[in-house]
């Protein structure tokens, strides 16, 4: 099966700076990709999908890029509103295999 | 309006079974795929299970491979996860979600609140 890592773990960042979250593919998706915002006690939201594409009503802050085994997720500045944390997921085929995750805090 | 709306979650021992209920509004249920994720406390989000929409593919995770059986009611605009043997590692909120698209694989827009299920003894 595909294995999928993510990097940082975690990061804090000052409001308006640049985040970039990176996650990889064991072997390659395509842009079978796809990013979810979870906030604490909260229900996971998708934020991008097909690597790049903005899902409907999500802040054009976020941003996608990536094909094959490399893939970032952007924020452009990041708000208070935006501390979560940040998973990617693979669904080219089962199992969709989730990453473990990166928490955004505000420094 | 999408809705997905989970029940049957609970507390069981371990080796027991517990069946969760997934209920369905807001689009055509016999169009769409639909996905079993758990989130066990304070950790990551795990995909667990799906099913095609005429459940016609069905796939598993390897840790609930065997012992979990994912089905559909299109008339009931249903999907249930029915978890048998289960372990304290499946102790966890599970959710219910929808593809993005009736065709081909694809990300997960729509999700329930969830369920939890606590397996202890």
């Known amino acids: 099966d595909i294995q999928m890592t993510q990097s940082p773990s975690s990061l804090s960042a000052s409001v308006g700076d640049r985040v970039t979250i990176t996650c990889r593919a064991s072997?390659?998706?395509?842009?079978?990709l796809a990013w979810y915002q979870q906030k604490p006690g909260k229900v996971p939201k998708l934020l991008i999908y097909a690597a790049s594409t903005l899902q409907s009503g999500v802040p054009s802050r976020f941003s996608g890029s990536g094909s094959g085994t490399d893939f970032t997720l952007t924020i452009s500045s990041l708000q208070p509103e935006d501390v979560a944390t940040y998973y990617c997921?693979?669904?080219?085929?089962?199992?969709?295999?989730f990453g473990p995750g990166t928490k955004v805090d505000i420094k | 309006e999408v809705q997905l709306v989970e029940s049957g979650g609970g507390l069981v021992k371990p080796g027991g079974s517990l069946r969760l209920s997934c209920a369905a509004s807001?689009?055509?249920?016999?169009?769409?795929?639909m996905n079993w994720v758990r989130q066990a406390p304070g950790k990551g989000l795990e995909w667990v299970s799906s099913?095609?929409?005429?459940?016609?593919?069905?796939y598993y995770a390897d840790s609930v491979k065997g012992r979990f059986t994912i089905s559909r009611d299109n008339a009931k605009n249903s999907l249930y996860l029915q978890m048998n043997s289960l372990r304290a590692e499946d102790t966890a909120v599970y959710y219910c979600?929808?593809?993005?698209?009736?065709?081909?694989?694809?990300?997960?827009?729509?999700w329930g609140q969830g369920t939890l299920v606590t397996v202890s003894s």
């Open positions: 807001g689009f055509t249920f016999s169009s769409y795929s």
């Open positions: 997921q693979k669904y080219n085929s089962a199992p969709s295999t």
């Open positions: 979600a929808r593809d993005h698209y009736p065709r081909g694989s694809s990300s997960l827009p729509y």
């Open positions: 072997q390659g998706i395509s842009n079978y």
């Open positions: 099913i095609s929409s005429s459940s016609s593919y069905i």
